[in-house]
């Protein structure tokens, strides 16, 4: 009894919760609400958030499964509305909004002894419990009087309206810690090493004795992907690096640091193709189309060589909700080329086996793995490469320039030991040209846009404070040493509402 089922109603913050309990060395799975699965080891349910409303048509609903599980079930937000719902209370439809943050007066429960009686929480939500279910008792209020919590000890369901899974609430953690130790009674067992174990035991069993195509980018992920499914079936995984015209000067040198790790790495340079395809292409979700499209290509074909049906893919978590195929009722931010980005017909079967993680969990996997800290804390890069830091139409000329671009930025950043304080930093070749004057003469050149975000998971990101001085220093080289640059700016946009890539 060591694992916290998660049912996903469509809330974005539901890995976190169950990246979270994974840091509690509980193992927590997320399932989806008409397929969830309780199994032996399961010592409690969490029901999520979700953006739905659950009178609305199509609601997402509690199943019998769940209900009758007798378990300990926590309801958030959404997954609170269900349980009045499921047990006979009363829920009021989009007349009682609480957004952001919302002081709450706690009772006495289980969920917050020890804690003080108000404290600040994260609400999202425009429906409200109004009345609640027979035998269930309300064991916090927010300020404006709506139910913000509710129990019943007995049957061991609890609920809450606010988000103890996003650091602006109070004491969230502490709470989800006491649904999951005290009334769960899970055990702190669980370590990362545990997931490389069983992943590589699921590969092993799903392929058997086929071949697999590897995809590697020069990103940390694939690198992840392909070294821990190497350990499942060693050479039967033949690893392709996929030179699509865009990659960085650092990218080229992965395969020969992954084949010292001990996976073997087939170089393809398919810069023609892609580049070909992408002519007169400057939309940038059409753009990510067609460098998936052609990704699956070049893999087909390669599959087709080696007689292999399975490609493997180096996807993590947040590829997956912001191409929006996380849950159903999740909305698309961009189409990652490994995710959304996708064919629809395809004659590959995917594994991915990093698809639940964020990326500094991927980043532990890789180290446990042996993989070099230069591969491990590497800026994470997208798999489209360059060409989504080109705005408009990609040119060969233009990958040049932005690749001598960003290495001048990388090194400089090294150089003064920044790199390492940040997420991700990169330049981004702008489709505009401005005027300048270069030694007394008159000159015209392109506008790069200098990027540099802190995040923790690449969700949300706020830019990066880099120090004045170190500004000038990569303005000047960069204007110094790429002659086709004439004018160096610097991103200050969030995300949201921007997002880290331009494109
Ligand atoms: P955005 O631009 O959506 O990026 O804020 C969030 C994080 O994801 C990376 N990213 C990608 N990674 N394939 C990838 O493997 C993609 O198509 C892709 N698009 C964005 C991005 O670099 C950032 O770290």
Redesign the pocket.
Known sequence: MNEVLIIDYGSQYTRLLARKIREFEVYSRVEDPSNAKISNDTAGIILSGGPMSVYEEGALPLTDIILKSGLPILGICYGMQLLAKNFGGRISKGKSFEYGLTFVRLHESPLFSTFPSHIKTWMNHGDAVERLPDGFEKVAESESGMIAAFESVTRRIYALQFHPEVHQTEYGDEMIKKFVFEICGAKPEWKMKDLIGTEISLTKKKIGNSKVIGAVSG?V?SAVAALLVSKAIGNNLISIFVDHGFLRFEDLAVPCILEKAGVTVKKVDASGLFLENLKNCSDPEEK?KIIGRTFIEVFEREARTYGSRWLLQGTIY??VI?SAAASSSSSK??S???VG?LPEKMNLKLIEPLRELFKDEVREVGKMLGLPPEIINRH?????GLA?RIIGEVTREKADILRRTDKILTDTLRKHREYEKIW?AFAVLLPVKSVGVKGDARSYGYVVAIRAVDSIE?MT?SWHELPYTLMREISSKITDEVPEIGRVVYDISD?PPA???WE
């Open positions: 990103g992920d990510r947040s590829d912001e931010i961009k990652h080329h490994n980005g994470p890069f997208p798999g489209p989504i991700q690449g990101a995300k997002t880290i890539e």
